[in-house]
């Protein structure tokens, strides 16, 4: 089974508006943590948010913020008025485990967002 | 200054030669990372160090060989290169402890487009 599953392969926007990029993750491990990363088209990985599995609130960072139901296990990314610049390819990934677990992400096979004018 | 560093950028070379990649992050953590992102945009770990000792090595050919001189250094030296090793490939770092506050989130490199023919 797949641990990340992103199920938009792509998405459209209009400028100013929301958008939810969805994510659900798979694990039997109490601590896990989740992370969304961005990649625009010149290709670098950037960092947006983390939830991590214990954590009472969801995440929020700027204009990111994390709709994380662990019942579910979904973790979907809203970014709030959206800007042409969010265009990219937007990546779900979980890290499993405690510090002596496993450090590495497994990825989701990502969504694109087209953000339009 | 850049945080986590990658030379080359562009690697072109033919099928059955050797070449390296090296990484190089100045954020002080303890966990290096190589991830392998292949044409459908699929990202895949292949290998983790903490501290200079491997700890992660996922199924990778061996003619793929990582080592890292220190904490701050994590090359790939690929023997033999063959067409499907076309991909770009990330170096990551994170401060690997994590819980408690700390995220433990993984800042990428640029990437290295590897282009085998």
């Known amino acids: 089974a797949q641990k990340i599953t992103q199920t938009q392969p792509g998405m459209f926007v209009q400028e100013k508006e929301a958008v939810t990029l969805d994510c659900t993750y798979d694990?039997?491990?109490?601590?896990?943590?989740l992370f969304w990363y961005k990649q625009p088209s010149s290709g670098e990985m950037i960092f947006l948010i983390y939830q991590g599995s214990y954590d009472q609130q969801n995440a929020t960072e700027g204009r990111y913020s994390l709709n994380f139901q662990k019942a579910r296990k979904s973790a979907n990314l809203v970014i709030s008025a959206s800007q042409l610049g969010d265009s990219a390819m937007y990546f779900c990934a979980m890290r499993e485990g405690g510090d002596t677990g496993r450090r590495a992400l497994t990825f989701g096979s990502g969504t694109r967002l087209q953000v339009q004018p | 200054d850049t945080a986590v560093s990658q030379t080359p950028k562009y690697l072109v070379t033919q099928m059955g030669n050797d070449k390296s990649i090296k990484c190089e992050q100045n954020l002080g953590h303890d966990t290096m990372y190589w991830y392998k992102q292949d044409s459908k945009k699929f990202l895949k770990i292949m290998f983790s160090y903490n501290n200079k000792e491997l700890i992660i090595n996922e199924t990778v050919p061996n003619r793929f060989s990582p080592k890292s001189p220190d904490k701050a250094h994590l090359n790939l030296h690929i023997n033999s290169l063959e067409l499907g090793d076309s991909a770009v490939y990330f170096c990551?770092?994170?401060?690997?402890?994590w819980g408690q506050g700390l995220k433990g989130e993984q800042y990428f490199g640029p990437g290295t487009r590897l282009t085998v023919t």
């Open positions: 990551a770092s994170s401060q690997g402890a």
């Open positions: 694990t039997s491990d109490p601590s896990y943590g």
